[in-house]
């Protein structure tokens, strides 16, 4: 797609609608604030399912969406995804039974996600064709979503005060959404394999093509979608376990976990609206300072658990998971050809999906082993985990970088063959 054509207010609303849009992700947001009531209203069975049935919808919902991006047009799979969205979750204001909630999220949270955050990031990577720019749009995408996420939960939690139901009146945000998808998102039908430049060139900056189906398309994904899992195990831990950790160690209430919760959040925002400059500096190690913070921060939360250390760890793990989280979903669509990017986006978003949901079980495996009561003694683990992969990471990226300097080499020094005027910059290179 030729954004030039466009206008800048064109281009400007496209970019508002593509960060409004992540309202369909951050419906966790709005149950959160009244799942103590749940359990109290419903069985408990249903209220684990309501809490754990989007995770499992969206595991198998993004792959899925990933392929009809690379094979439909995806304004009309986000359009489908937020008109699902809001056929599901509109009507729990008036509607007081359990399998209704239970279907609303499978649906609202679950398969609306897959389709609308992976046809929304396939509109970015299609839009936005320059590496750079993509990397600060795909941040500010990420901080419009824990803004948009953080604004829903207080609007829930006022509504919810006054009665529980009404938390989900905050779902009536998906019709102007709705509007602004029809209007604002142009047509974005799928690349076709034709339209992938020939071997040799280039899609994206500092990036190979492969043709479509080429065996192997998917290599370069398995070492970013493995940090991206084991990292988010590492995050997510903090996320659901702060509460235990906070009690273990006598530090206060349910409020001071929510204010945890609250610092990490300001910290990913500032974090994936600076992605963009990040990315221009640092390129494929963009997420290696973050995995170093995280381990350093795990380490301080171990050694030294107190209300100011727990406020300054939050706060800079949150930003260094904004950053390396803007980093897996930018650099995903980098590394696989055009054609194959919505696959690629529907595999990440899988990943996404499942790596917070064996944490509580390796969290409390690892106390049992240790022996201890106390979640910090179990914090170390982690900074060990986090530095293993900020390592590896780096490893594999000056592996990488090694074999592309290779290939560089190997190719001037054809073109010095086949046109003697390349010479001296060749021998320039092997010097």
Same mark, same amino acid.
């Not at 982690?382 to 074999?403: F, Q």
């Given at each position: 797609m030729n954004m030039e054509k466009r206008s800048k207010t064109q281009n400007l609303l496209l970019m508002?609608?593509?960060?409004?849009?992540?309202?369909?992700?951050?419906?966790?947001?709005?149950v959160g604030v009244v799942t103590s009531v749940l359990y109290k209203q419903y069985d408990a069975w249903a209220v684990n399912l309501m809490?754990?049935?989007?995770?499992?919808?969206?595991?198998?919902?993004?792959?899925?969406?990933g392929r009809m991006c690379d094979k439909m047009d995806k304004k009309k799979i986000m359009l489908v995804g937020y008109i699902l969205y809001a056929i599901s979750a509109i009507s729990g204001v008036a509607v007081d039974n359990q399998i209704y909630i239970i279907v609303m999220r499978f649906v609202a949270t679950g398969i609306s996600y897959g389709l609308t955050s992976t046809a929304a990031l396939g509109i970015i990577a299609e839009c936005y064709a320059d590496e750079e720019f993509r990397g600060k749009v795909i941040g500010w995408y990420n901080a419009a979503m824990a803004l948009?996420?953080?604004?829903?939960?207080?609007?829930?939690?006022?509504?919810?005060?006054?009665?529980?139901?009404?938390?989900w009146a905050v779902n009536w945000f998906a019709v102007p959404v709705i509007l602004m998808i029809l209007f604002f998102v142009p047509a974005c039908p799928p690349i076709h394999t034709s339209e992938v430049p020939a071997d040799?060139?280039?899609?994206?900056?500092?990036?190979?093509?492969?043709?479509?189906?080429?065996?192997?398309?998917?290599?370069?994904?398995?070492?970013l979608l493995a940090s991206f899992f084991v990292m988010g195990l590492c995050y997510y831990t903090i996320i659901t376990m702060m509460d235990l950790y906070v009690a273990d160690n006598q530090l206060g209430t349910s409020a001071f976990t929510g204010l945890l919760g609250t610092v990490g959040t300001v910290?990913?925002?500032?974090?994936?609206?600076?992605?963009?400059?990040?990315?221009?500096?640092?390129?494929?190690?963009?997420?290696?300072?973050?995995?170093?913070?995280?381990?350093?921060?795990?380490?301080?939360?171990?050694?030294f658990p107190s209300k100011p250390m727990a406020l300054i760890t939050c706060t800079i793990m949150g930003a260094a998971w904004g950053n390396a989280y803007s980093y897996w979903w930018m650099r995903c669509t980098v590394v &696989?050809?055009?054609?194959? $990017?919505? #696959? +690629?986006?529907? !595999?990440?978003?899988?990943i996404n999906s499942i790596c917070g949901f064996p944490v509580p079980y390796i969290f409390l495996f690892l106390k049992g082993l240790m022996n201890t009561g106390n979640s910090a003694r179990?914090?170390?683990?982690?900074?060990? &985990?986090?530095?293993?992969? $900020?390592? #590896? +990471?780096?490893? !594999?990226?000056?592996?990488?970088?090694?074999?592309?300097?290779?290939?560089k080499r190997a190719q001037l020094i054809e073109e010095k063959q086949n046109n003697p005027e390349k010479k001296e910059k060749c021998c320039k290179l092997r010097m």
């Open positions: 508002i609608t593509l960060f409004i849009s992540t309202a369909s992700i951050m419906g966790d947001c709005v809490i754990s049935g989007p995770s499992i919808a969206g595991l198998i919902m993004c792959p899925l969406a948009i996420g953080g604004v829903m939960g207080l609007i829930a939690g006022v509504l919810g005060a006054r009665d529980w139901k009404l938390a040799g060139e280039n899609v994206k900056k500092g990036t190979d093509t492969k043709a479509k189906g080429e065996k192997g398309w998917y290599k370069p994904l398995i070492p910290g990913s925002f500032i974090a994936c609206s600076a992605f963009g400059y990040v990315y221009k500096k640092l390129q494929d190690k963009s997420a290696i300072p973050s995995y170093l913070i995280m381990a350093v921060s795990f380490l301080l939360l171990g050694l &696989v050809p055009e054609n194959m $990017a919505g #696959t +690629a986006i529907g !595999i990440t978003g899988t179990v914090f170390p683990v982690y900074a060990v &985990v986090s530095l293993v992969v $900020a390592v #590896t +990471a780096s490893d !594999i990226i000056s592996k990488v970088r090694g074999r592309q300097q290779v290939r």
